[in-house]
Nanobody, 114 residues
Framework: QVRLVESGGGLVQPGQSLRLHCAASGVILSFNAMAWYRQRPGQQRELVAMMGNGNIIYGDSVQGRFTISGEVTENTVELQMDDLNVEDTAVYFC?????????WGQGTQVTVSS
């Protein structure tokens, strides 16, 4: 069974940075893509950044501040988050898909507060 485990969340002040990490285990089928989503309080889950098949896309609200990196073929993905603001407060989820399934991590809390 595929398991995605996130790490690196925490509490920071506005303008500071955090780096999230996700590692997968139990992978049998190669991933097509890996991504980060987030769910802010009272809102739906939204795409933050995705990489796969040579492409990278970002959500509009994080473009220019967040950077996704890693190796899909090695089942790891990271998210460098710079210039964080209070609107970035959310639970951040790691995501991966293969030929048949979508996989989600349990999430890691990121809180930006002064």
């Amino acid at each position: 069974q595929v398991r995605l485990v996130e790490s690196g969340g925490g509490l920071v002040q506005p303008g500071q940075s955090l780096r999230l990490h996700c590692a997968a285990s139990g992978v049998i089928l190669s991933f097509n893509a890996m991504a980060w989503y987030r769910q802010r309080p009272g809102q739906q889950r939204e795409l933050v950044a995705m990489m796969g098949n040579g492409n990278i896309i970002y959500g509009d609200s994080v473009q220019g501040r967040f950077t996704i990196s890693g190796e899909v073929t090695e089942n790891t993905v990271e998210l460098q988050m710079d210039d964080l603001n209070v609107e970035d407060t959310a639970v951040y989820f790691c995501y991966a898909n293969d030929l048949f399934n979508h996989h989600w991590g349990q999430g890691t809390q990121v809180t930006v507060s002064s």
